[in-house]
């Protein structure tokens, strides 16, 4: 059998974009299109390392990777007023660029410029303020400053040992002095160039061919010795404790070291400072990494964050006392990447694509009542295993978001063996229920605690995934008919032409609807009242509250029912088409003109999604990693209970609580009240569901913490419905406890 994995995105990675980012004009969205309320990307993970080409003290540019540079600015930044090359201090916020044999420096806040002709002869080595070293023919070091803003004043540098070959110039916390690593009689030193009158100086000399280092007008720091730049000739650097990081920067007399080569595994890498004077340390920032560098204000720069949603460069400057303050100065964006899988269900959107380590993982959007994004991107499982696809496959992983805030998706190994797999409640919990080996399958339309999976061997399984399992198993097996589950019926052609019949998977008792299809359906949805089927050619919808039978479109395929619309796609138009029948009647129109780029070869949960318990619809709109979401306009169905999981409980307790679960036709707000048996209320809960699913926890303490007794208690469950449609639901039952 013959399997490649599809990839449903349209574009080279690279893309920076923020978590969740509201967009009015999707990329390549036709102008018929209805406007979309909201646009997101999906992010990976991974915090990206950033580089400084330039920070000074009104602001700083970043650059994330190999990305465009972005400047910030500092809101409070009171930068030297007094600029010119005269004026070395003013050089803390002069931006340097070099054409050829000219460099032009730039006070960025007061605007001032400035322009070095380099000599013929020199070659550029450095620049740092208003200085630009050079390095002659000869092999003499030179500092060039401008004077009246054009010409050029050249101060050898004195003091240089003789023989000695420079082979690295660094930058560092100051715009006074720059450090030179030099080789001479096969040993390695460092030293500093004062940048006013070309004095070198030399202060440590050691074994490492590059050592690390770092400097401010105050430190030297080389080779883990440190010095005091005014120490008297002679004076021995000080030894300090190596550790497997790096020297960052010096900041007053504090010395910053990050970026180890090894971290514990469960921890995360830190920033820490050890005081020069006194040697002690203490962590600056936690989850740092990656861009840590100084600044020419005798400042740093670094990023921390717990993830690349939280991700951000901190400005550490010195306070008052002595001690380093932290200042978020920007929010790094995340990167953005592919979209593997798309499903809407209860108001939130879900995207299934790569994190790091070349894995896979579901994150999600919550929506709000109109569809706008109403959060950042949230993680909602574990790392997923890739899974093979067959080729050509409409969408892969082929998935089905339930409702209840979980996700099942259809997983093959390398053999072709497939399972289902459900994750979405937490982190870390896969549900997972083996298919007895068949391959080539489907997932149908699941909802809630079950999933439809039809078979390639002709089985058809309905799985059960109920509340807080932690493995799933299959309910029941039947031959491979069109079928469709919504809460807890399995929809399945009748015995006679047209007919459906609708089994309770939890009693089995059956009810039998004659929907006036000429055949026996060939596909068949449920949702809500409505039932829809298909005989290829002609094709109906059946409203089981009203009886009323709806002739729709049958001309583009694949069809997917919703509530009170059916959504298909023109493949040879690249249209969405939607059909609303709430009202008894069909009516058809363009909702969107997906991009003529080819994504993926199949409809639902490949390059759209609609959302079956709320209406909203979701589409890849060509942009890499990006889904823009618009309503159907189409109102929803009154509040209604699917399925319900509220067991009685014999004992219950802090730590076995009541969990009750109802699944509800579409996201509402509630309030559970429990009582006694003559009407006392005890406790009273409150909440917002978990996609359409009302999911509480009662720890048998009434509202003032006393815990309560055996005996007979009452429930009541109040949900509002969260758009506003149809009255509240009310609901009630008892336990008995003991």
């Known amino acids: 059998m013959s399997r490649s994995r599809r990839l449903v995105h349209a574009a080279v990675g690279g ?28 992010v990976t993970e991974q915090r990206v390392t950033v580089d400084y080409p330039w920070a000074g003290a009104s602001g700083f540019q970043y650059r994330p990777g190999t990305t465009s540079v972005t400047t910030v600015d500092y809101p409070d930044a009171v930068p030297p007023a007094h600029a010119g090359p005269d004026d070395l201090a003013s050089g803390t916020d002069v931006m340097t660029t070099r054409d050829g044999q000219k460099v032009v420096q730039k006070h960025r806040s007061t605007g001032a410029t400035a322009t070095v002709t380099i000599p013929s002869g020199h070659a550029y080595r450095a620049a740092v303020g208003w200085s630009v070293l050079t390095l002659d023919g000869a092999g003499a070091l030179h500092v060039l400053r401008a004077v009246d803003g054009t010409d050029t004043a050249d101060t050898p540098v004195t003091g240089f040992p003789a023989g000695a070959r420079p082979v690295h110039y660094r930058t ?39 050592p690390q280092l770092a400097f401010n007008d105050r430190w030297l720091v080389a080779d883990w010795k440190a010095i005091r730049v005014d120490a008297e000739p002679g004076t021995e650097p000080t030894a300090l404790t190596r550790t497997d990081a790096q020297l960052e920067a010096v900041v007053g007399d504090q010395l910053l070291i990050g970026n180890p080569t090894f971290v514990v595994g469960g921890t995360e890498a830190a920033l820490t400072a050890r005081s020069l004077v006194t040697g002690a340390s203490n962590t600056v920032l936690t989850s ?19 993830s690349s949603l939280d991700w951000n460069i901190h400005r550490i400057t010195l306070s008052d006392s002595g001690g380093l303050t932290t200042t978020k100065v920007a929010r790094v964006p995340a990167f953005a990447t592919g979209v593997q899988g798309l499903a809407v269900a209860g108001g939130e959107l879900f995207l299934y694509g790569t994190t790091p380590g070349a894995s896979f993982r579901y994150n999600s959007f919550q929506l709000d009542a109109t569809g706008r994004p ?13 899974t093979t696809c067959l080729t050509g496959d409409a969408a892969c992983p082929q998935l089905e978001a339930l409702g209840d805030g979980r996700v099942a998706h259809l997983w093959t190994d390398s053999t072709g063996q497939e399972s289902v797999i459900g994750v979405g409640l937490d982190t870390t919990t896969v549900v997972r229920v083996p298919t007895d080996g068949d391959s080539g399958g489907r997932i149908g339309g699941s909802t809630g605690r079950y999933v439809l999976y039809n078979g390639g061997s002709g089985t058809q399984r309905i799985m059960d995934l ?21 809460g807890q019926t399995l929809w399945a052609p009748g015995s006679t032409q047209g007919a459906v019949t609708g089994r309770n998977l939890k009693t089995g008792t059956t009810t039998t609807i004659a929907t ?35 002739t729709v479109p049958a001309d583009h395929g694949p069809a997917r029912l919703a509530d009170g619309f059916l959504l298909r796609e023109n493949r040879a138009t690249h249209e969405l088409l939607i059909t609303d029948f709430h009202t008894g009647t069909a009516t058809t129109r363009t909702l969107v003109k997906l991009p003529a780029t080819d994504q993926n070869t199949g409809g639902s949960n490949g390059r759209w999604a609609v959302d079956r318990f709320g209406g909203h619809i979701a589409y890849l709109n060509g942009t890499y990693g990006e ?13 209604a209970q699917m399925e319900a999981q509220a067991h009685s409980p014999s004992v219950i307790g802090k730590a076995f609580p009541w969990s009750p679960v109802w699944q509800l ?14 009407g006392t209320v005890l406790r009273t809960l409150t909440g917002a569901s978990t996609g359409a699913a009302v999911r509480p926890a009662w720890d048998g303490t009434t509202d003032s913490g006393a815990g309560v007794t055996g005996g007979t208690y009452t429930w009541k469950l109040t949900a509002r419905p969260r758009d506003d449609q149809g009255p509240d639901l009310t609901l009630s039952g008892t336990m008995t406890l003991g």
């Open 288 to 306: 740092s990494f990656g861009g840590i560098a100084p600044t020419m204000d005798g400042g740093a720069l670094a990023t921390a964050g717990p």
């Open 665 to 678: 036709n579409k996201p509402s707000t509630w309030t559970l009240t429990l009582a006694t048996a003559s």
């Open 15 to 42: 893309v920076l974009a923020l978590s969740c980012t509201v967009l009015t004009a999707p990329a390549q969205a036709a102008p018929e299109a209805d406007e979309p309320v909201g646009t997101v990307r999906l």
């Open 516 to 550: 006036g299809a000429p055949c026996t359906p060939t596909d068949i949805q449920a949702v809500n009242t409505w039932l829809y089927w298909s005989c290829g050619s002609t094709a109906g919808v059946y409203d089981r509250a009203t009886s009323r039978k709806i």
């Open 466 to 486: 109920p509340r807080a399992a932690t493995s799933g198993t299959t309910t029941l097996s039947r031959d491979r008919t069109a079928a469709a589950v919504w």
């Open 172 to 210: 560092g916390g100051s715009v006074s002095r720059l450090a030179i690593v030099y080789v001479l009689d096969g040993k390695t030193s460092v030293g500093l160039v004062d940048l006013a009158d070309g004095a070198f100086r030399t202060y440590v000399t050691g074994d490492e061919a590059t």
């Open 374 to 386: 109403a959060g950042p991107q949230t993680r909602r499982s574990p790392a997923q295993n890739p």
């Open 627 to 639: 889904v823009s979401i618009v309503p159907s306009g189409v109102p929803a169905s009154p509040l």
